[in-house]
């Protein structure tokens, strides 16, 4: 079984600033991570996907993830965020050779940036 | 773009009602999913079901049970409501083939349980 460890519940950073959102995982087997964002009284919203190739994925809102296999994290960052970026942040992961594609989700991380 | 609806934004129910909660999706995928979000705890899968009459239990199953028998809805019953069962629930869905496919979500219900 896989499971994802999200260390920080809640980030508060300024405006402007830089932020890095961590996400660390554990499985046996290969897997595909996801990051997902959820503002407020939404469903959750795809922000970025490692699938295969290269290790850095962007998004198109300024995100970007670096998949480290030797640590086994996906963390997210942002070098200058928004206030429209405050939101719960959710790193997910699926295995490789799971049929059903399920997903699992780490406990989340809630963004604050303040003016 | 993949259309996941869920029938109602806010329920309020009493305990002991049995509740349903409505899941629709518009692109034929055949896998779906059903989530509970508590603060702090992220999202536990209740019961997925990848084909029509077919589910298995997620993590959290106990006193849940659901129903697919289109492919395009999956329903979510609490067959006798508690408290504890008051959360965010959240509906997904995917492609069955291809796994490198992510998850599809509905902006989910909100349920309080009386």
């Known amino acids: 079984a896989q499971s994802v460890t999200q260390l920080d519940s809640q980030v508060p950073v300024f405006e402007e600033a830089p932020v890095e959102l961590r996400c660390n995982y554990s499985s046996s087997v290969s897997v595909y991570l996801f990051w997902y964002v959820q503002y407020p009284n939404q469903g959750l919203q795809l922000l970025l996907k490692?699938?295969?190739?290269?290790?850095l994925v962007e998004s198109i809102n300024g995100f970007e993830a670096e998949f480290n296999k030797s640590q086994t994290s996906f963390h997210l960052r942002k070098p200058s965020v928004h206030i429209s970026d405050t939101a719960e942040y959710f790193c997910?992961?699926?295995?490789?050779?799971?049929?059903?594609?399920?997903?699992?989700f780490g406990s989340g991380t809630k963004l604050n940036v303040k003016p | 773009d993949v259309k996941v609806t869920q029938s109602s934004r806010y329920l309020v129910k009493r305990t002991g009602e049995k509740v349903f909660l409505e899941c629709v999706q518009d692109?034929?995928?055949?896998?779906m999913f059903w989530y509970r979000q508590d603060p702090g705890l992220g999202l536990r899968l209740i019961y997925f079901?990848?084909?029509?009459?077919?589910?298995e239990k997620g993590d959290i199953p106990e006193g849940y049970s659901v129903s697919r028998e289109k492919k395009e809805r999956f329903s979510l019953i609490l067959e006798s409501a508690s408290t504890n069962q008051t959360s965010m629930y959240l509906c997904a869905s995917i492609l069955g083939q291809g796994r490198n496919q992510p998850q599809h979500f509905g902006d989910g219900t909100r349920l309080s349980i009386l």
């Open positions: 997910a992961v699926s295995s490789r050779r799971d049929n059903f594609n399920k997903f699992y």
């Open positions: 692109m034929d995928h055949e896998n």
């Open positions: 490692y699938l295969s190739g290269s290790t």
């Open positions: 079901s990848y084909d029509v009459k077919m589910k």
